[in-house]
């Protein structure tokens, strides 16, 4: 325990405080990169806007060619994401530095010298600029093809069966409000009851005399 406490923490605490010194000068070289980057945003602006359209292709072809963490990125930076995949992001930035991208150079040196994360805002604006080059992809619902079944409480039916049974009550409803049904025929009059007719009784045949 002696040994520990005399001669290992005081080394760790040396170690510590060496971190410390060197972040501490590490972010106030970066603010100084940020505020030199930040005062030559509009000439960088105005670059862009002119070499947009010889741009695109070659933008488009590093960032397809670039990993998935870094296609995320572009699109949504975040400083942890920029600190956990550094050396993927200086690559990026390094490219971009090849073809002139406006910008790119000055927060590729400052990337390198301090690390992604402590010049997140111009790595984010550099990202931003990059984004405006991906198309947007809309993603339409897809639609039930015909014959596709369809489940309902009763069971599985098919769409095609279900509209041919919409149509069908459709003419039935059609033809009833067309054609009114005819009132029911009166029936016959029962025929009255003949009187029964006073039978005349025939004569009775006498028999011959002798």
């Known amino acids: ?85 550094s050396a993927s992001v200086q690559k990026f930035l390094d490219e971009l530095a090849k073809i002139e991208f406006p910008g790119s150079k000055l927060v590729s040196e400052a990337s390198s010298k301090y690390g992604p994360a402590y010049v997140y805002g111009p ?31 009763e069971g599985e039916t098919t769409t095609t069966e279900v509209k041919e049974k919409e149509i069908a009550v459709e003419e039935v409803k059609k033809e009833e409000v067309a054609e009114p049904a005819a009132p029911a025929a009166a029936e016959p009059p029962a025929p009255a009851a003949e009187p029964a007719a006073a039978k005349a009784e025939e004569p009775v045949a006498e028999p011959a005399k002798p």
């Not at 604006?125 to 309902?152: R, Y």
Request: no cysteine.
């Open 1 to 85: 325990m002696g040994y520990w406490k005399d001669k290992v923490l005081p080394k760790i605490s040396k170690i510590k405080k060496v971190f410390e010194k060197d972040n501490t000068a590490r972010k106030a070289a970066a603010a100084e990169a940020i505020k030199s980057f930040d005062a030559t945003k509009d000439d960088i602006i105005k670059e862009f806007d002119e070499k947009k359209a010889e741009l695109q292709a070659k933008v488009l072809e590093i960032y397809e060619a670039s990993a998935a963490s870094i296609k995320n990125l572009v699109k949504e930076p975040k400083e942890a994401g920029l600190r956990k995949y």
């Open 123 to 153: 790595v984010s604006f550099v990202f931003e600029k990059v984004s405006s080059f991906i198309p947007v992809k809309v993603e339409k619902e897809a639609e039930p093809a015909a014959g596709e079944t369809s489940k309902t409480e």
